[in-house]
């Protein structure tokens, strides 16, 4: 099984960016606690993280034509604004589960808003770099 895990703007920025709300992890963080758990899981995971949604775009694109089971996706700030990547993902139909480090439903009215939420298979939200893991564990079962 190949999971691509996804990240959108600023998540490159953990350990910098509000660290009160994202905490002091880095983002080279994630990728190891990531990549150790999905080892113990027996499932392959590739990375891809950048701050232009067209590129999110091109790696969903990619990931259809790369035969990627499910992606877990924390899309960031895409997630209360971008119709483009809400349509890459219903035309791949790739099982995604989306997640936020943070609470988002505790924050801002604007991050009340997700469309990325309309296709994705489950959200997790607050759990940190845990909510990863939990995405991880959940595509596996509902993969099977």
């Known amino acids: 099984m ?3 895990v996804l990240n959108g703007p600023n998540i490159n920025f953990l350990g910098i960016r509000e660290p009160e709300i994202y905490g002091g992890n880095t983002y080279k963080d ?6 150790d758990y999905a080892v113990t ?3 392959g995971v590739e990375f891809y993280q950048s701050n232009h949604e067209g590129d999110l775009v091109d790696a969903i694109q990619k990931a259809y034509f790369d035969k990627i089971d499910g ?20 035309a791949t139909s790739i099982p995604t589960v989306e997640v936020h480090i943070s609470d ?3 924050r801002e009215d604007f991050r009340q808003v997700s469309y990325i ?10 759990k940190g770099f845990a909510g990863y893991t939990e995405a991880i564990d959940f595509l596996i079962e509902y993969l099977k």
């Open 2 to 4: 190949k999971i691509l």
């Open 30 to 35: 994630l990728i190891q606690f990531v990549t």
């Open 117 to 126: 939420r309309q296709v994705a298979k489950k959200t997790i939200a607050g």
């Open 104 to 106: 988002v439903a505790s």
């Open 41 to 43: 899981r027996g499932v």
């Open 71 to 90: 992606i877990v996706f924390n899309p960031a700030a895409y997630t209360h604004t971008s119709v483009a990547i809400l349509d890459a993902l219903k």
